[in-house]
């Protein structure tokens, strides 16, 4: 069955980039790349891609600065209002509610899992549309003070899994559901 996974780093104190969109904290952090929680395993359960336009753009900058392409070899749908052009024909600029798309998103993915990519804010519309079902965190050893968060929504995670690759504390929940307002 697939699941939908919400796999990112953070700061300490809840961001997963400053307030201009930069992940420099991050890129500077030691990290086992055959570590715990790490990213080469993750990707392999991977089928289909979600992001947000702010993080599309980030990945487009980042590959142009870096002289890369598109590394992503599984299809992606990209949330935004934006016009957008999509970089590879695996990329779909698409508008609209998580539900419109989950059909789609899971066929696409065939009997491998979603990835929300970022931001925390569409994987907080995910979690609202009842289409989340995993958040994997490495949580870094910096604050930053102000940023986009990591989640936009309450909700309560259940603890399943937690280990340290080097700077990083790794964590995976379940997502239990929105917390009640009181």
Not at 38 to 64: C, K, P, S
Request: contains cysteine; charged residues 25%; aromatic residues 12%.
């Amino acid at each position: 069955m697939t699941r939908f996974r919400f796999y990112t780093a953070t700061t300490l104190d809840g961001f997963i980039a400053d307030e201009h969109d930069s992940l420099d904290w991050l890129l500077d952090q030691p990290i086992d790349e055959s570590g715990a929680l790490n990213y080469t395993d993750f990707i392999g359960d991977i089928g289909a891609l979600v992001m947000g336009a702010t993080t599309y753009q980030w990945v487009l900058d980042h590959n142009e600065s870096t002289g890369e392409s598109w590394s992503y070899t599984q299809p992606t749908w990209v949330f935004t209002h934006r016009d957008l052009a999509p970089v590879t024909d695996d990329v779909r600029i698409v508008s609209g509610s998580p539900t419109d798309f989950r059909q789609e998103l899971v066929d696409a993915a065939g009997k491998k899992d979603v990835w929300i990519v970022g931001g925390g804010d569409l994987a907080a519309q995910f979690a609202a549309a009842g289409m989340l079902d995993e958040v994997i965190v490495s949580i870094a050893p910096v604050t930053l003070g102000a940023g986009r968060p990591l989640f936009t929504k309450a909700y309560d995670l259940e603890l399943r899994e937690f280990d340290r690759n080097k700077a990083f504390l790794c964590a995976r929940y379940d997502v239990v559901g929105p917390r009640p307002t009181r």
